[in-house]
């Protein structure tokens, strides 16, 4: 089985940070993909920042030179700094990881979900 635990999310003012942590826990033969996502009210869900295994990143054009995403490979973790924060930026995010369990082929797990809400 394997679970996916977000932390970090929040209120915080126009201009504010947060940092987001996803751990990924289960038995793991490898994680090809971590990253987030988001869904605002009465909106679909939708890519904020993905880390591919090998280091490359990809970034919504939203949150570009804003958010970074990160990972620690030891910890099966991935983060995400949030910066400049906007009320656009509200939301509940997910975490993903698409990955391949011993004997398995790769597949996407979520998270809960963890709201984020930037007030004006």
């Known amino acids: 089985q394997v679970q996916l635990v977000e932390s970090g999310g929040g209120l915080v003012q126009a201009g504010g940070s947060l940092r987001l942590s996803c751990v990924v826990s289960?038995?793991?033969?490898?994680?090809?993909?971590m990253g987030w996502y988001r869904q605002a009210p009465g909106k679909q869900r939708e890519l904020v920042a993905i880390?591919?295994?090998?280091?490359?990143?990809n970034y919504a054009d939203s949150v570009k030179g804003r958010f970074t995403v990160s990972r620690d490979n030891a910890k099966n973790t991935v983060y995400l700094q949030m910066n400049s924060l906007k009320p656009e930026d509200t939301a509940v995010y997910y975490c993903?990881?698409?990955?391949?369990?011993?004997?398995?082929?790769?597949?996407?797990?979520w998270g809960q979900g963890t709201q984020v809400t930037v007030s004006s």
């Open positions: 993903n990881a698409n990955l391949r369990r011993p004997g398995s082929v790769s597949d996407n797990y």
């Open positions: 289960g038995t793991i033969f490898s994680i090809n993909r």
């Open positions: 880390t591919i295994s090998g280091g490359s990143t």
